[in-house]
């Protein structure tokens, strides 16, 4: 924001005043020259020495402003990081690491800081030598040509007068260029960014129907594939899951699903069009995306509700409060006008992601993407959830990415996935009887939930 700031500077300033220091200097010589010629030929030469000086600044400068605001967003990010974390640098003792960690970037910071004063400050004494310096050496010629009777008294003391104004304008121009320069240092990253060329707008529809990936490939980096040629069919109005261990590609398949993870390879096509020629409104407005770090603003619960249906009546609101084992506790509270603090901080866990649950069923879209919902919340909270999304299940399209295999049994169809690839599908049955991957993580979960519960478990 400083650096966009300092852009005003730059077009209501800096420019303006470099067309009057071009114009001022040519318009007095013009004037002078009927006066005395030496003496303005002498000030207009001395003047552009000014500008001359800037630009020999001026590449020092670009390399080092780039530098100080390097530097300068690199320390506010550091804070930014620690005081976001700062709870858990408390918890693990390592606010004392981090602080000098902090004092490391400020004291880079004070460097380069002091560098580019220093730099400013010798520019601008060079600027007022030259400044001071040609107006002095045009007031000599003007006293030396009236010595030597080529110019009268009055016009000796008018070149005296205006020798100063050859030079003012110029040097004001010097004092914004170092404003001017820390501005366009600053928005270098805007300017690229609004050079960047832009995609044309996609205008196809997002149609109802099955939605097929064939040969699907994904790669974060050139050289690290996250996605193998992998086949999946999620037909209309079914309800398909997908699990495997962490990092095997379910959440990649999902970001592929919901257009963020765009540059794939292979085929995802809804109904019969390709994922990749649809537009973004359609599409969002086909799929809801859930996910275990659903955001939540600050406001209200009306407000957050509403973002899933910015024309819901309070009736609604509180129907699909009471689906998701919400309205009680709201009742206790303000209804509809309980406060929301920033990220729910004022709920708990599963309070949050019920609430984001009841917002979701509120954008009734034909296609549901559950990723994790139910991760990292209390048992009663994760029952409601799962619970809706069976119930959901029976007239949406629902996809459901879970870690915990207790949840996906009633899928009509489980997809296990391995390094990016699909190696296993089938229903719970199917799945069980063929002894690989998915029965192996099902009797361990199984073990470790059942533990202690059977009374021959010591």
């Not at 852009?7 to 303006?16: H, N, R």
């Not at 100063?164 to 820390?182: K, V, W, Y």
């Not at 024309?311 to 206790?332: I, K, M, S, T, Y």
């Not at 069923?361 to 009663?380: C, G, K, M, R, W």
């Amino acid at each position: 924001m400083e650096g966009i700031d300092q852009l005003e500077t730059y077009f209501g300033a800096y420019l303006p005043q470099f067309f009057y220091a071009c114009l001022a200097p040519l318009t007095l010589f013009a004037y002078l020259c009927f006066v005395n010629v030496p003496s303005a030929i002498v000030l207009l030469v001395c003047v552009p020495l000014i500008p001359a000086a800037i630009a020999a600044v001026q590449t020092w400068a670009k390399k080092l402003l780039s530098k100080y605001w390097g530097q300068y967003t690199a320390l506010g990010d550091t804070f930014l990081e620690n005081l976001q974390g700062l709870t858990t640098l408390k918890i693990y003792q390592a606010d004392g690491y981090k602080n000098e960690e902090m004092n490391r970037e400020a004291e880079k910071f004070r460097r380069i800081t002091m560098k580019v004063l220093t730099m400013q400050l010798n520019s601008i004494t060079i600027m007022d030598l030259i400044a001071y310096g040609g107006a002095a050496l045009g007031m000599i010629m003007a006293a030396a040509q009236y010595r030597a009777g080529h110019v009268s008294l009055a016009g000796c003391l008018l070149i005296i007068l205006l020798s100063a104004d050859f030079f003012i304008p110029m040097r004001q121009l010097g004092s914004f260029f170092h404003i001017a320069m820390n501005g366009m240092a600053a928005s270098d990253k805007i300017f690229r960014l609004l050079d960047l060329p832009e995609k044309p707008e996609k205008t196809a529809v997002c149609p109802d129907g099955d939605i097929v990936c064939e040969s699907l490939t994904f790669s974060y980096e050139a050289d690290r594939e996250a996605l193998h040629g992998v086949n999946l069919v999620f037909p209309k109005g079914s309800f398909t899951s997908i699990v495997g261990e962490s990092g095997c590609g379910k959440s990649t398949v999902a970001a592929v699903l919901m257009g963020r993870n765009k540059g794939y390879a292979g085929s995802v096509r809804i109904g019969d069009a390709e994922l990749c020629e649809l537009s973004e409104d359609s599409l969002m407005r086909q799929i809801t995306y859930v996910s275990h770090q659903s955001y939540l603003f600050k406001g209200t619960v009306r407000e957050n509700l509403r973002m899933g249906k910015p024309d819901a009546e309070d009736g609604e609101l509180w129907a699909v409060l009471e689906r998701v084992n919400l309205a009680a506790f709201l009742e206790g509270e303000q209804g509809l006008d309980t406060g929301i603090s920033e990220k729910g901080g004022n709920l708990s866990g599963g309070q949050c992601q019920r609430l984001a649950l009841g917002r979701a069923l509120l954008h009734d879209s034909p296609v549901y993407i559950f990723d994790e919902a139910t991760s990292n919340i209390d048992a009663e909270s994760e029952n409601d959830i799962v619970r809706e999304i069976h119930r959901l299940a029976g007239t949406k399209t629902v996809i459901l990415i879970s870690h915990r295999l207790a949840n996906v049994t009633a899928s009509d169809r489980i997809y296990v996935m391995e390094n990016g690839a699909v190696t296993e599908s089938g229903t719970q049955e199917e799945l069980l009887k063929t002894g690989g991957m998915y029965s192996s993580l099902w009797n361990a979960q199984q073990s470790l939930e059942n533990y202690g519960k059977d009374g021959s478990v010591a």
